[in-house]
């Protein structure tokens, strides 16, 4: 499972929040390049501009437990 911290919500703050840690999708075929998928604060994947995101890696402890939150 991978993550990202959202560092620009611009024109979408009811589905993002600044510096929150998102759980990032696998890609669909048609998807644009430069977009990824966040599951956003509807509990639904959306594209969103990569930009707006940065990567993270999580301790593996972390990751455990924020993983837990999504099952």
Same mark, same amino acid.
């Given at each position: 499972?991978?993550?990202? #911290?959202?560092?620009?919500? =611009?024109? !979408?703050?009811?589905?993002?929040?600044?510096?929150?840690?998102? /759980?990032?999708? %696998?890609?669909?075929?048609?998807?644009?390049?430069?977009?990824?998928?966040? #599951?956003?604060?509807?509990? =639904?994947? !959306?594209?969103?501009?990569?930009?707006?995101?940065?990567?993270? /890696?999580?301790? %593996?402890?972390?990751?455990?437990?924020?993983?837990?939150?999504?099952?």
């Amino acid at each position: 499972m991978t993550f990202a #911290i959202c560092l620009n919500n =611009e024109g !979408y703050e009811a589905s993002l929040e600044l510096r929150k840690i998102y /759980q990032v999708v %696998p890609p669909e075929p048609n998807d644009p390049r430069g977009y990824i998928r966040i #599951i956003d604060e509807s509990g =639904e994947d !959306y594209l969103y501009d990569a930009n707006a995101f940065e990567p993270i /890696q999580l301790p %593996p402890r972390t990751a455990r437990k924020i993983r837990a939150t999504f099952a």
